[in-house]
């Protein structure tokens, strides 16, 4: 059975242009999670979906960034006017559901590099 | 974004030795989690702790719950080669669903 799988793997683009991040979650998984690691750091959350709605949105850093998941199953996050320090690993990561525990599958994520 | 206070930053050992990391938090958990990250892979799941106290093993490793809830440790016994990478720490905190916080990490490396 496939993992969860990012596209692309690496994007390079220039300051202020917009980018999309694609996550396919593994099949049946209900929740997905997006995270931002940085250089030497460890993932920081930033949106959770259970199914289609944003069931937390508290880590996104601000309103240049946005998630969708319209059908319950692949996600988008949407980076506009890119900056230099928005560049880092971008994981994602599925679950059966959410509850009292759910283990997280990850991604390899995708490394976006802003010039 | 907040992120735990894992320890050491790095670790140089030699195959064979036992390694030590832990994790403290200013928060409490009700699950702690550890994780190893290879370079370009996502983290993996290594053990996962629900109760306060609880100690848990997974094959040479062994990791424990912290009784105030605020902290974690891990132990690997007997280092081989395929133990290098970055360990982190995660924890959920009491009251959120499913969100994870994670440590900062600690690389590990291992010498013939």
């Known amino acids: 059975g496939a993992g969860v799988s990012q596209t692309p793997s690496n994007k390079v683009t220039e300051k202020g242009k917009y980018v999309e991040l694609r996550c396919d979650p593994i099949s049946g998984h209900t929740a997905l999670y997006w995270y931002r690691q940085s250089l030497g750091q460890g993932p920081e959350f930033l949106i959770y979906f259970q199914g289609t709605g944003a069931a937390d949105d508290s880590g996104l850093p601000n309103d240049r960034f946005f998630a969708v998941r319209p059908e319950g199953s692949v996600s988008t996050l949407k980076i506009q006017r890119t900056e230099r320090g928005d560049s880092a690993v971008y994981l994602c990561a599925s679950s059966p559901g959410t509850g009292s525990y759910n283990e997280q599958f990850f991604g390899p994520g995708t490394r976006l590099t802003v010039l | 974004g907040q992120q735990l206070n894992q320890s050491p930053q790095s670790m140089f050992i030699q195959e064979g030795e036992d390694v030590s990391m832990n994790c403290t938090s200013s928060?409490?958990?009700?699950?702690w989690l550890w994780y190893k990250q290879d370079p370009g892979e996502g983290p993996v799941l290594l053990i996962a702790l629900y109760k306060a106290g609880e100690l848990t093993s997974n094959g040479r490793l062994t990791a424990q719950f912290g009784i105030t809830r605020k902290d974690s440790f891990l132990n690997i016994s007997a280092s081989i080669p395929s133990d290098v990478g970055i360990y982190f720490c995660a924890g959920q905190l009491a009251g959120t669903a499913s969100k994870l916080t994670f440590g900062t990490g600690t690389r590990l490396q291992v010498t013939l």
């Open positions: 928060s409490i958990f009700n699950t």
